[in-house]
C-alpha cells in the first residue's frame, strides 16, 4: 500500500486508504468510513506516525439484530507498511435511533445496507448489547459465530446484573456487570496461551487471595485451531482506588509519609505474590542459555525501539552496555512467572488490603514472549519506575515543580517498597544492582515506546529516566 509522507515527513495518508479492504467487506463496507477514522484515533490503538495503515477484516459476525439495534463482533488485521501486524477486536453497535449510550461513544452512521442511516457506536458503552453478548456467547448456537464465554460458574449468575463501562480506556475496555464482575474485552487478541487466564486460573485454583478470581473467559472456538482470548471475566474487587491515585493524592497534597508507609506494605504484596505465583506455576534456576535469550530480547527490543523512537538513539550503545553487564552478572537466580507489566495503576487498594490485576504482560509483546518465565526483579523495576512516574506527575510537573523534591520523594518510597519485598521473603534489590539496571532500564526502553504511540505528552518521563540513568556515576 502506497503512503504519502508531507515536507515534515508526518504521513498524511487518510483514514479512507487504510479503510480500502474494509471497504469492501459486505458487513463492514457500509459502516467503514466512519469506524476507520474512530479506530485509528483510540487511546489503545497505536499511535505511532499515523502512517501506513492497511486494515482488514478477519472475521466479523453479527452477534445480536432486532428491529432498532444490532451487535456487530469484528477482528480486524492492520497490516503495516513496517511488516508487524497486529489484530484488534472491535463490538460494534447499530442503532436505528439515538443509541442508549453516551454521546461520546457514537461515532457516525452507516452508509448503504441494511443499517443505512443508523447509529454507529461503541457497544461497550451500552448495557442492552452487553448483556446480549453475555447471553450469545454463553449459549452459542451451532455455526456462526463461533465465540463462547466459558464460564466458571453457573449461568444464571450474570442473569440481572446491569453491565457499565468504565469510561477510561486503557489498553482494553472494562464494564463492570452490577459489581460482581468485570469482563475486560482485550483490544489486541493474539492466537495461543494468554497469560492472564493463565495465571488468574492457577492462582484460582490455589485460592490465592492476592488477585482477583477467575470466573470466565470469552474465546473463538473455530474447531482445529488454536482458541484466541478475547476476553477474561474476573471477580469485581470493591476499591477505593489503586495505588497510583493513591500516590499522586498523597504526593501532591504533601502527605510524603503516608506514602511511603504504602510503599513498604505494596513490595510486601508484590514478595507474596510473587511466591504464590511460584507456587501456583513452579520456578526454575536461571539457566546460562536463559540469560542468553533474555540478553538478545532486550537488544531486539532496544533496536526495535530505537527504529520507532529516534529520541533514544543518542543512549544506544549505552544501553546495550548495560545489557552485556546483566549477562556477565546474571548467576545464580531463579526465574518464575511474575506479573510482567506491573505499575501501580495495576495495584488496587482493597478493604482487604492490595490486590493485583492486570496479568496480560506488555500488552505490545508477542503472547509467547509474555508467558515466559522471569526473573522476578523485573517486577521490582516495574514498580521502581512507577515511583518515578508518579513523582514526576505528581511533583516535578506544573507549577510549583520542584525536581529535587520529586527525586527525593521518588528514591525513598523505592528504597521502601524494597524493604518490605525483602522483608517478606523477596530478593534484595540492592545486592543485583546490575540486574536492577538492566531491568530499569528495558522498562523504560518499552515505556519510551509505549508513550510514543499513545500518550507522547509523556515521552519525557521515561527519556529523562534514560538520561538520569546513564549520566550518573
Ligand atoms: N477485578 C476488578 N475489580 C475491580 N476493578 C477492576 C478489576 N479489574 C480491573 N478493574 C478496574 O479496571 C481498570 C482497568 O483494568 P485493567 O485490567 O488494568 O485494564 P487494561 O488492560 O485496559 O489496563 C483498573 O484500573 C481498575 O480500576
Ligand atoms: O494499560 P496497561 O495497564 O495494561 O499498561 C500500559 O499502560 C500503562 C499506562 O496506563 C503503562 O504504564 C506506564 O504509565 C504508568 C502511569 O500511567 C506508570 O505508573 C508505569 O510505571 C508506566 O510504565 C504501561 O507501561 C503500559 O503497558
Known sequence: MSTASDASGACAQAPDAAGA???????????????????????????????????????????????????????????????????????????????????????????????????????TADPRLMTALVRRTLEPRRGEPRLTLAAEFGRSALDGLVPRALLADQSNTNVVFGDRFMFKLIRSPQEGVQPETEILSALTRLSSPSTPRLAGWLHTADSGSTPTVLGVLTEFLPNDGDAWRLALTEAGAGRAAEFTAHARTLGGAVAELHARLAEALGSSALTHRQIRDQTAAMGERLRAAVGEVPELAPYEKRLAALHEDYARAAGDGAVQRIHGDLHLGQILHTPDGWRFIDFEGEPARPLVERVRPEHPLRDVAGMFRSFDYAAAQALASGPPADAAHARAWCAVNQREFARGYTAAGGLDPDLHPVAMRAFEADKAVYEALYESRHRPEWLSIPLAAIDRALSGP
Open 21 to 123: 479492504s474494509l471497504r469492501a467487506h459486505p458487513l463492514l463496507g457500509p459502516l467503514a468510513p466512519a469506524l476507520t477514522p474512530w479506530l485509528l484515533s483510540r487511546r489503545w490503538f497505536p499511535h505511532d506516525d499515523g502512517c501506513g495503515h492497511d486494515l482488514r477484516p478477519v472475521a466479523c459476525s453479527v452477534l445480536h439484530e432486532d428491529d432498532a439495534v444490532a451487535l456487530v463482533h469484528a477482528l480486524i488485521e492492520d497490516r503495516r507498511a513496517s511488516g508487524d501486524s497486529r489484530r484488534w477486536q472491535l463490538l460494534v453497535g447499530v442503532s436505528r435511533v439515538p443509541p442508549a449510550a453516551p454521546d461520546a461513544a457514537v461515532f457516525g452512521r452507516a452508509g448503504d445496507g441494511r443499517w443505512q442511516g443508523w447509529s454507529l457506536y461503541d457497544a
